[in-house]
């Protein structure tokens, strides 16, 4: 262990956690950006999926791109583009200010998600132990800030550029000054590939590829059924007051920032298998719980579940891509990257139209089944033997000193 390792990984995980504070001050504060612009609720879904399909659009890209800049290059520029794009949401005037702000918010997400999931693997890799839930963790974090931040604008009333400007102006420089510690791994060394390692691109990578995408999916449905229909099923389905309908979405924030705080200590006792194995078992039991919930509170018990599960599975996925293709981590991370945008973009207009079409009870057994799912993939997380004769990943001591800056 070095310091060029302790301060990547310290300068990392603050890059997550303001990327998780930028994200929850946009989408908790939607009805005041709509209300801002005069956006209709007809033309509104319109905006919101153009963010994701950008965002993926920005993960293509990126993966191109980081064949000829490091990761953390793309990392070091996309971030302040993301809170730049964020301030000119709240500081816009009219629709196609708007219209511009959120395209260059959605590229510049996408580029940044997969750029902070690819040093996160690799320095996983340098570590040569469980580290990435932690930086999920702080991302989950920066989430209950900013959803934090978002609520005491929209208490005092305060304009969307008010509330966003003092953030913007704090994490623009402490992101920039963080990013001088980034740390690029080099490429996995040769003979240490995984069964995926003989390319980055055709038939078989992709083939090899597709069961952590669907988790991805499948993970991220459930993520948004619990983001934009907790509070609706609360007090429309189980007869909660208004003001306990809010509760769900924070108790499993906190659950997630505490599963994903304890997490990677489970992976090195119990096994990247287990930890997914047993994420996917609880949340589909917050599922079902919520499902039969007769009452609110037993609702809230059935979301808490939730938040524990599901916490688990998309930094182990990353992690399980970056095992099982070292030496093309990089575009596996960023071809992956694109069905978290999957995920988010079906989940919520699935749980509705089921919502609508059927019953919300009924509806909320359709992702449960789908992170069951995961169970039948779960063998795609185990570690890739070495050309040690092990399944630990080695820390690669030639590269672990390839600081972004030169170090």
Avoid at 128 to 145: E, K, N, T
Avoid at 266 to 283: D, F, K, P, Y
Wanted: proline share 5%.
């Amino acid at each position: 262990m070095t310091d060029v390792l302790r301060r990547g990984r310290a300068s990392l995980a603050f890059g997550f956690l303001a990327q998780g504070v930028a994200f929850a001050l946009l989408v908790t504060r939607i009805p005041a950006v709509q209300d801002r612009y005069g956006v209709s609720d007809a033309l509104l879904p319109v905006f919101l999926a153009a963010v994701p399909v950008l965002a993926g659009i920005g993960s293509v890209t990126t993966e191109q791109l980081v064949k000829r800049v490091r990761p953390s290059v793309v990392l070091r520029w996309s971030q302040p583009v993301v809170l730049l794009a964020l301030l000119g949401v709240g500081a816009g005037e009219r629709m196609a200010e708007l219209a511009v702000s959120l395209a260059v918010f959605g590229l510049a997400v996408g580029a940044l998600d997969a750029s902070m999931n690819m040093l996160g693997v690799s320095l996983q890799r340098s570590y040569g132990r469980s580290i990435m839930l932690s930086f999920h963790a702080a991302y989950s974090l920066g989430g209950i800030v900013g959803a934090s931040l978002a609520w005491v604008g929209a208490h005092w009333h305060l304009a969307l550029w008010v509330s966003y400007l003092p953030v913007a102006a704090v994490l623009l420089p402490a992101v920039l000054v963080g990013s001088r510690w980034y740390v690029d791994a080099g490429p996995a060394e040769p003979g240490v590939q995984g069964s995926g390692g003989g390319g980055e691109g055709g038939a078989l990578v992709f083939k090899l590829l597709l069961p952590l995408c669907l988790v991805m999916s499948f993970a991220y449905i459930g993520d948004s059924t619990v983001s934009n229909w907790s509070a609706k099923y609360l007090q429309d389905v189980l007869g909660s007051s208004e003001q306990l309908a809010t509760v769900p979405y924070n108790v499993y924030m906190v659950t997630t920032l505490l599963g994903r705080a304890i997490g990677d200590f489970g992976v090195r006792r119990l096994g990247a298998v287990a930890v997914v194995r047993g994420g996917a078992v609880v949340a589909a039991a917050g599922f079902a719980v919520v499902a039969v919930a007769p009452g609110p509170w037993v609702g809230m018990l059935g979301f808490t579940l939730l938040g524990l599960g599901l916490c688990v599975l998309v930094p182990q996925t990353f992690a399980a891509a970056g095992r099982l293709f070292p030496g093309a981590s990089d575009a596996a991370i960023a071809r992956l990257n694109i069905f978290n945008y999957v995920g988010f973009l079906v989940g919520s207009p699935l749980v509705g139209a089921l919502g609508d079409a059927w019953s919300y009870r009924g509806a909320m057994l359709v992702p449960m089944v789908l992170v069951s799912l995961t169970l039948v993939y779960a063998r795609s997380f185990a570690r890739q033997p070495d050309r040690y004769g092990g399944e630990h990943e080695r820390p690669r001591t030639a590269d672990v000193g390839r600081g972004s800056n030169g170090l």
